[in-house]
């Protein structure tokens, strides 16, 4: 799907090429401070250990982690940095702690911008959203997340794509080697790890991403949720308008339907495209306790 066309060309060319240019600068500067966040979240559980403040720091500190999902996102994109190499690099290691491997990632990505909404096609929906409160209840604790990791991860490994023809033959042995690889660096650095501190893995990531975890899942099921199922980005997805803390640990993420209808637009410019398309957006909600009423509310019916 051409995305700028189902977006009715909002953007003139010249303005998409100014909004499109990509940084060394901008990127490194906010993976630095990404990587900051985390040390110091990582310092206050540090602090916290003994104590029952501990466990909102393990959230804290669970939130910057799981976050590292929208630097891989945009290296997906090749549009958090201008080197090509800096986008693959960084991109592998930040999709690690949430065992997400950016290879596999990078083409479920593609396909679901491709066919964004389109139920038979679109692979986010391969996990159907949910009808029922149960259902959202589990798509937001991220049990469904966790299970369908372990599940595509496996097969994957094993070189068994057979439901993941988004995956193109080329690209397939470099994807398994590497999961596979990326199941050796977590097996290697959890025993390492644990040799040093027993407890070590369990408090700075174990812990932290699963309980970090439900957030992001809240987070992703608005952007699309009660949105048009058609091809259109100015109405298939929404926007969220929130805090600055928030835009900066998730990258400016929660412009999402400005993303989707111009993916080439870097995660710094977001804010300025969202300027100049606000009026044409057909989704824009201001927080996600809103939206996530709205979803709750849909689905008052249901049993």
């Given at each position: 799907?051409?995305?700028?066309?189902?977006?009715g060309?909002?953007l003139a060319?010249?303005?998409?090429?100014?909004?499109?240019?990509?940084s060394?600068r901008h990127?490194?500067l906010?993976?630095?401070?990404?990587?900051?966040?985390i040390?110091?979240?990582a310092?206050?559980?540090?602090a916290?250990?003994?104590?029952w403040?501990?466990?909102?720091?393990?959230?804290?500190l669970g939130?910057?982690?799981v976050?590292?999902f929208?630097?891989?996102?945009?290296?997906?994109h090749?549009?958090a940095?201008?080197?090509?190499?800096?986008?693959?690099?960084?991109?592998?290691v930040?999709?690690?702690?949430?065992l997400?491997d950016?290879?596999?990632?990078?083409h479920?990505?593609y396909a679901?911008?491709?066919h964004?909404q389109?139920?038979a096609?679109?692979?986010?929906l391969?996990?159907?959203?949910?009808?029922?409160?149960w259902q959202y209840?589990?798509?937001v604790?991220?049990?469904?997340?966790?299970?369908?990791?372990?599940?595509i991860?496996?097969?994957?490994?094993?070189?068994?794509?057979?439901d993941?023809s988004f995956?193109?033959?080329?690209?397939?042995?470099?994807?398994?080697?590497?999961?596979v690889a990326?199941y050796?660096?977590v097996?290697a650095?959890?025993?390492?790890?644990?040799?040093?501190?027993p407890w070590g893995?369990?408090?700075?990531?174990?812990g932290p991403?699963?309980?970090?975890q439900?957030i992001?899942?809240?987070?992703?099921?608005?952007?699309?949720?009660?949105c048009s199922?058609?091809g259109?980005a100015l109405?298939?997805?929404r926007t969220?308008?929130?805090?600055?803390p928030?835009?900066?640990?998730h990258?400016?993420?929660?412009?999402?339907?400005?993303?989707?209808a111009?993916?080439?637009i870097?995660f710094?410019a977001l804010?300025?495209?969202?300027?100049?398309?606000a009026p044409?957006?057909a989704h824009?909600?201001?927080?996600y306790v809103?939206?996530?009423?709205?979803?709750?509310?849909?689905?008052?019916?249901?049993r």
């Open positions: 799907m051409d995305t700028a066309m189902s977006a060309r909002v060319p010249q303005e998409l090429k100014a909004l499109s240019r990509r060394n990127g490194i906010q993976f630095a401070i990404h990587l900051a966040l040390g110091l979240a310092a206050l559980v540090t916290a250990r003994g104590h403040l501990v466990l909102p720091a393990m959230v804290l939130w910057v982690l976050a590292l929208a630097p891989v996102h945009e290296c997906v090749y549009t940095f201008r080197s090509r190499r800096l986008n693959d690099w960084v991109g592998w930040a999709a690690v702690p949430s997400v950016f290879h596999f990632y990078k479920f990505h679901h911008h491709r964004c389109d139920p096609l679109d692979p986010e391969m996990t159907p959203l949910p009808t029922t409160r209840l589990l798509r604790s991220a049990w469904n997340y966790w299970r369908a990791r372990a599940a991860l496996w097969r994957v490994a094993r070189g068994d794509f057979r993941f995956v193109p033959e080329r690209a397939r042995a470099t994807t398994r080697r590497s999961v990326m050796v660096l097996v650095a959890i025993a390492g790890w644990a040799a040093l501190d893995p369990v408090l700075y990531w174990i991403v699963l309980l970090g439900p992001l899942r809240a987070i992703l099921l608005t952007e699309h949720m009660l199922d058609d259109n109405t298939n997805t969220t308008l929130v805090s600055w928030v835009r900066l640990v990258w400016n993420m929660p412009y999402h339907a400005e993303h989707h111009y993916p080439s870097p710094h804010p300025a495209a969202h300027r100049r398309m044409h957006l824009v909600e201001r927080g809103r939206t996530h009423r709205a979803i709750l509310g849909s689905l008052a019916g249901a």
